[in-house]
Every structure is written in structure tokens, then in C-alpha cells.
T-cell receptor, first 111, second 114 residues
Framework: LAKTTQPISMDSYEGQEVNITCSHN???????ITWYQQFPSQGPRFIIQ???TKVTNEVASLFIPADRKSSTLSLPRVSLSDTAVYYC????????????FGGGTRVLVKP | EPEVTQTPSHQVTQMGQEVILRCVPI?????FYWYRQILGQKVEFLVS????????KSEIFDDQFSVERPDGSNFTLKIRSTKLEDSAMYFCASSEATLNTEAFFGQGTRLTVV
């Protein structure tokens, strides 16, 4: 049973903000939320991780509402090079000895 | 910035041949992983390795697969007798710990079995 649900794909344009929402209705108390990015023909790359409220780094922001049943990855002012697949992982999908990747969200940034 | 390096970047092999994929994890990391991604499909976990032994493996990681850390720096994946369906990108990864810790992935080895 998948722990996370996210849109299959999203299109955007250069300079826009992209928000990808991930649903994780069965998130457990101790679960963290982690996002990875994968460019074509490359390995996944860690973007951001959070537990509650808001986390921001140089790449993205992660917004987590109080009930933690969803989270939103926000990519500010995207460029063509942000075209990638973005994966949301929750709890033991991103802990223990392995990562369990779903299908991710394919983001296409257009000029 | 430290990185995980994998060699070769591309490998073409005949069905039934043995292949060894090589990885150099980040030097202070203690946990090592292999993943694979068949073209157009999800990234799939194969195996994790800690303290010189396998800590977890998936159903994909059958008797045809083995991993080894022959020295202090290399981490290898061996496929004993390759099949056509082994064609995929193989990613090595490493991390400092396991719980809520960033995993660093290499650029991958594209294995093509003909």
C-alpha cells in the first residue's frame, strides 16, 4: 500500500513558482517527510526534509500543515534546469536501510 | 562537495556473462546501497550493506547478485549470469546513518545486456 500520493506530472514556465503537493494520510507520529529530485539519466538527489511547519533551504521550501497529512514542496522561480522528477517519501520510505520510491511527479519547465 | 562515484558509466555485456559494477562511496559514510532503474520505471531498492554485511535486500536481489566491499573504499555489485531483463541503470548510494538521513547517489552505470 503506497504511503504517499502525488500528481504524475506538472508543467510550468520559467520564472514561475512550482508547488507539488504530496498526500500522506497515514503518516505516523515519528515519520519525517523527504523529497528527492531526479534528472534524466542521473541518480536521485536529496532536496529537503521536514517534520512540521516549514523548512527552507537554498533549493526549496517544504510546507507541512498541522495535521501532517500532506506536504507541499515549493520551488521558487524555476528554470529549465529544474525539469526533473520529484519524489515524496515518508517515514520508513526514507529511513531504515532503504528508500522506497514511488512514481514521483514529472515537472516540465517550459521557456 | 563529496560525491559517490561509479564506474563504468556504460557497460554492454552478453547474456550469461558476469559483470561487476563499481562504486566508491563517500569516505566517512557507513551505509551503502544499490538501486536499479529500468528505463521508464521506478527506482527500485536492491540491497543495503553495513558493517561488511548485507543488512537488507529486496526480492530482486536473488542468488545471481552479490555485493562486496573488498577494501576500505570500493563497493561492488556483481551479477553472475546476466539476463536481458537486468538491463537498467544501476545506482550506488551511501549515507552516514539510516534514520532520516540524506542518501547520496552516484551518477549510475547503464548496463545493457544483449
Amino acid at each position: 500500500l503506497a504511503k504517499t500520493t502525488q500528481p504524475i506530472s506538472m508543467d510550468s514556465y520559467e520564472g514561475q513558482e512550482v508547488n507539488i503537493t504530496c498526500s500522506h494520510n497515514n503518516i505516523a507520529t515519528n515519520d519525517y517527510i523527504t523529497w528527492y529530485q531526479q534528472f534524466p539519466s542521473q541518480g536521485p538527489r536529496f532536496i529537503i526534509q521536514g517534520y512540521k511547519t516549514k523548512v527552507t533551504n537554498e533549493v526549496a521550501s517544504l510546507f507541512i500543515p498541522a495535521d501532517r497529512k500532506s506536504s507541499t514542496l515549493s520551488l521558487p522561480r524555476v528554470s529549465l534546469s529544474d525539469t526533473a522528477v520529484y519524489y515524496c517519501l515518508v517515514g520508513d520510505e526514507a529511513a531504515g536501510n532503504k528508500l522506497t520510491f514511488g512514481g514521483g511527479t514529472r515537472v516540465l519547465v517550459k521557456p | 562537495e563529496p560525491e559517490v562515484t561509479q564506474t563504468p558509466s556504460h557497460q554492454v555485456t552478453q547474456m550469461g556473462q558476469e559483470v561487476i559494477l563499481r562504486c566508491v562511496p563517500i569516505s566517512n559514510h557507513l551505509y551503502f546501497y544499490w538501486y536499479r532503474q529500468i528505463l521508464g520505471q521506478k527506482v527500485e531498492f536492491l540491497v543495503s550493506f553495513y558493517n561488511n554485511e548485507i543488512s537488507e535486500k529486496s526480492e530482486i536481489f536473488d542468488d545471481q547478485f552479490s555485493v562486496e566491499r573488498p577494501d576500505g573504499s570500493n563497493f561492488t555489485l556483481k551479477i553472475r549470469s546476466t539476463k536481458l531483463e537486468d538491463s537498467a541503470m544501476y545506482f550506488c548510494a551511501s549515507s552516514e546513518a539510516t534514520l532520516n538521513t540524506e542518501a547520496f547517489f552516484g551518477q549510475g552505470t547503464r548496463l545493457t545486456v544483449v
